[in-house]
DNA sequence: TGCTACCGTTTCGTTCAGCCGAATGGAAGT
DNA sequence: ACTTCCATTCGGCTGAACGAAACGGTAGCA
């Protein structure tokens, strides 16, 4: 490990965090560094393009080069490449939006979304991060990781975005178990007040998961009587049809 | 400088460069870095989730992390959150695509796309990156830019995309001086066989060229006799009003 | 207007982390 | 079975990373 080169990329993962322009000085308490080591660092990454400096003397954000890395991530994303036309699919099936998304730390962070097939306003999530703990994609993921990632994602503080965010490590590591043993998860407002969420996980040729392939959209309708049971199975089978695109054999876990 | 940091950026720039799994090897050798030194600043990279490892023993990509990034990095831009309604509006008018685009090394990368007001299909380019000699847009901004800008860009190596584009440096520096000139820059089939642009710089409140913004579309139509007048003075329009609305005042350079 | 607090930035001496050549074990290719 | 080249490990050396102290400047306040 490369203590400076961590230490650079705490950096870059603070400006990321939520307050797009941060001081030397904010960076400096957030990441537990000197201020001088943290100007020596931004002045490195700002030579490459990854951080800028608003004006002399100012505070710093992210700089372009970062758009172009998480660019180039997408470009070279097999699962996200292959999951287009299924996710397609399962929007027109199921009549709403559809999101793939993969694990980043203690978030989920979308790398595709099939906008809900109607004329309506809609924003593209691709990009966007979610806790893992509150979504219905997090949980078909991480339900599907070894037990230590588990332990160490259980383990990490769990941020509650609504009243009905389960935080609590063992309730989560038991609803982890049923997801685990049904093979999708289900999530009712937990991240977002009026919306639902139906997941499955994803896997990969060696049998890894690999991420998450679920549906996004108002509680009132994902979760409406006789409606969720028809959601949830299309959600699977587009899930398990994604897996063997991507060479998972038949007998993988969640495949059945 | 921190050489350590420097030497992390370049092979985080290396993975984005093309080819989208590298081996340590690979590696080593397009950044100039001893194979241990890479080895431990990918394991490093990969802590924070900036870099994965496919399998145990075999190459490495760009991790979701950086996904996180980008996204971060396009919710920080001011430039992109007032170009929107602009930039619709644009659309609209030269029933065309418009984009919004970023200096980014010797790129421009697209920091907003509002796609042509039809129903064909259409790939949304946010993120994707194009050499700025090669385009309007990047020819645009960098006439705008100040003169040590233009030398350094200048002096890398210009790469030829299509057999029409320009890569004469001093070919380069006389269009520069005639884009400012007037203001907009036109470019027929540079970046791509059957496409050509036309864009504007964009200020912001203390007079620093931002980005430009430009429609891009096929030749035939973008350029056709009559047309391309409108157009012109369309795109100058609107990245003026987007100039303003990030404080530009009158007096900037292309804005007369 | 003057003072205080804190910013970003600079300086410079210290020390140990970053460095990398050499070596190793393993896998791919012939 | 052998060769080639991969990723990874090891360990000694030295200069890069580090960070305390200080500086110049600016914002905020009385």
Redesign the pocket.
Known sequence: ???????ASQILLALASGTPR???????ELVD???????????TLERRGLVV?EA?????ALGPAVLQLGNAFLDGSELRARSASWSDMLARQAGEAVWVAVLSGPNIVVVHHTLRPDDLVQILEVGAAVPWHACALGRALVASTPDETQDTLLAAPLRRLTGKTVVDPNALRQELAEVRARGYAVENEEATLGDAGIAAPVFDWSGRVVGALGIVGPVDRLLAEGRQGRLTDAVRSTARALSRDLGAGRATPGAE
Chains 1, 2 share one sequence.
């Open positions: 490990m490369t203590r400076a080169v961590d230490r941060l001081g030397v000085s904010e960076i400096s560094v000197p201020k001088p080591t943290v100007f020596t660092m931004l002045r400096q002399e003397g100012g505070k710093y």
